[in-house]
């Protein structure tokens, strides 16, 4: 998953088929509703958090839709990247 977010996908030539499929998936007026894409690894479940909740800790590769039209919107900031 990280090799996948440090790659260029700017151009077809150098990005990956999952890059292409997602790009070419999220191209499509029928995609438009769509937000984000995530592809997730394997986390680490931690139930220690207060509140009663669970989180997974791991590796995740997003990829926004240029299309969708709250893609600037700041409110979507929990979908950005997060490093620990």
Same mark, same amino acid.
């Given at each position: 998953?990280?090799?996948?977010?440090?790659?260029?996908?700017?151009?077809?030539?150098?990005?990956?088929?999952?890059?292409?499929?997602?790009?070419?998936?999220?191209?499509?007026?029928?995609?438009? +509703? $769509?937000?984000?894409?995530?592809?997730?690894?394997?986390?680490?479940?931690?139930?220690?958090?207060?509140?009663?909740?669970?989180?997974?800790?791991?590796?995740?590769?997003?990829?926004?839709?240029?299309? +969708?039209?709250?893609?600037?919107?700041?409110?979507?900031? $929990?979908?950005?990247?997060?490093?620990?």
């Amino acid at each position: 998953m990280i090799s996948l977010g440090q790659l260029d996908s700017s151009s077809r030539s150098a990005a990956t088929g999952l890059q292409i499929m997602t790009s070419d998936f999220l191209q499509r007026p029928s995609s438009a +509703h $769509i937000h984000t894409v995530v592809y997730r690894s394997h986390g680490v479940i931690d139930n220690g958090g207060g509140g009663g909740t669970t989180r997974a800790a791991g590796t995740s590769y997003l990829i926004k839709n240029r299309n +969708h039209p709250s893609y600037a919107d700041p409110r979507f900031g $929990i979908f950005s990247v997060e490093a620990s």
